[in-house]
């Protein structure tokens, strides 16, 4: 028997400041994801970034200063094996105050290294640490 996987489109959103990304930790998956979401009926990747990243970090993007960077796949931390996280990525020069919102525990800038030493890492982040450090940016 085969097992049907389900895909998740969601995007992500990638700030660098000194080497290290940004990322925000989930109160309801406890643990540090990529800002950002998912899609939803009718919405592009990047009207999807801008309207979770309103919602999780009360920012409006400024879309002339939003790059899409890469597309990442993994399983979806914290779903049933079957769901496989389907990620547009994409960079951004964050200068804006953020105010997280009650989902979002707190926010913080990490290293590879640093987030290597969390008790929880989500694979998609991984990569994505990964794909940066091939491409020089981290």
């Not at 592009?44 to 796949?73: F, G, V, W």
């Not at 997280?100 to 640490?129: A, C, M, T, W």
């Amino acid at each position: 028997m085969s097992t049907i996987t389900k895909g998740l489109p969601t995007a992500g959103l990638i700030s660098i400041a000194d080497h290290k990304i940004l990322l925000a930790y989930s109160n309801n998956k406890k643990a540090w994801y990529l800002p950002g979401g998912k899609i939803d009926a009718g919405e592009d990747s990047l009207q999807s970034l801008r309207r979770e990243i309103s919602e999780e970090l009360n920012i409006d993007l400024d879309p002339q200063k939003i790059s899409y960077y890469c597309h990442i796949t993994a399983p979806a931390y914290g779903m049933v094996p079957e769901v496989i996280m389907e990620q547009d990525c994409f960079l951004y020069p964050l200068t804006e105050t953020i105010q997280p919102s009650n989902e979002i525990g707190e926010v913080k800038y990490f290293s590879h290294e640093d987030y290597l030493r969390e008790p929880i890492q989500v694979i998609g982040v991984l990569h994505v640490f990964d794909k940066l450090k091939t491409d020089g940016l981290i």
